[in-house]
T-cell receptor, first 115, second 115 residues
């Protein structure tokens, strides 16, 4: 099955700096890579996603890049703000077969943005 | 759009009792719903996948007789933890996916504490 590794486990930055979180996946058939933000005691919120037919996607201060050959994808947050502090999870899934839509999550990254 | 609710948000029950958690998609029809559990400082672990009108598919190691899942309509899935024990204490999160889509929309989670 799919295995997703996420690094770093914790990340501390100053307000205004950029933050980068990286994930690798093992299943070359995976074709959908979402990123979720989870605040303390709450469910996860989809913040951005990318499909395997593109290499980069950007939404305001958030961007995701995908390298299919190397099987890794990254989340980039620019101009970080204290409210960006949360746990971020990457995930991977593939369409087709019995595993359709099943997400495999990374271990999570605790991002702390200091004012 | 794509709002998913969960009820209750918190529940405390005594060992040996059963607890039912509801997951509702409020503004879309969810062909597939997923149930996850999350231990403190850990990632989301998929427990089971349920498709409307059919039996749920459980992940390896998840006891189907203990974690009963019902997905009777396109907007409601329930997870019943039967004969709960303290080790079942966890954060349970559901997500819902639209027909033909990859995206999963997460509920806010239910904190279960078994005393």
């Amino acid at each position: 099955g799919e295995n997703v590794e996420q690094h770093p486990s914790t990340l501390s930055v100053q307000e205004g700096d950029s933050a980068v979180i990286k994930c690798t996946y093992s299943d070359s058939a995976s074709n959908y890579f979402p990123w979720y933000k989870q605040e303390l005691g709450k469910g996860s919120q989809l913040i951005i996603d990318i499909r395997s037919n593109v290499g980069e996607k950007k939404d305001q201060r958030i961007a995701v890049t995908l390298n299919k050959t190397a099987k890794h994808f990254s989340l980039h947050i620019t101009e970080t703000q204290p409210e960006d502090s949360a746990v971020y999870f990457c995930a991977a899934s593939r369409s087709g077969g019995t595993s359709y839509g099943k997400l495999t999550f990374g271990q999570g990254t605790i991002l702390t943005v200091h004012p | 759009g794509a709002v998913v609710s969960q009820h209750p948000s918190r529940v405390i029950c005594k060992s040996g009792t059963s607890v039912k958690i509801e997951c509702r998609s409020l503004d879309f029809q969810a062909t597939t719903m997923f149930w996850y559990r999350q231990f403190p400082k850990q990632s989301l672990m998929l427990m089971a996948t349920s498709n409307e009108g059919s039996k749920a598919t459980y992940e390896q190691g998840v006891e189907k007789d203990k974690f009963l899942i019902n997905h009777a309509s396109l907007t409601l899935s329930t997870l019943t933890v039967t004969s709960a024990h303290p080790e079942d204490s966890s954060f349970y999160i559901c997500s819902a996916g639209r027909t033909g889509g990859h995206e999963q929309y997460f509920g806010p989670g239910t904190r279960l504490t078994v005393t």
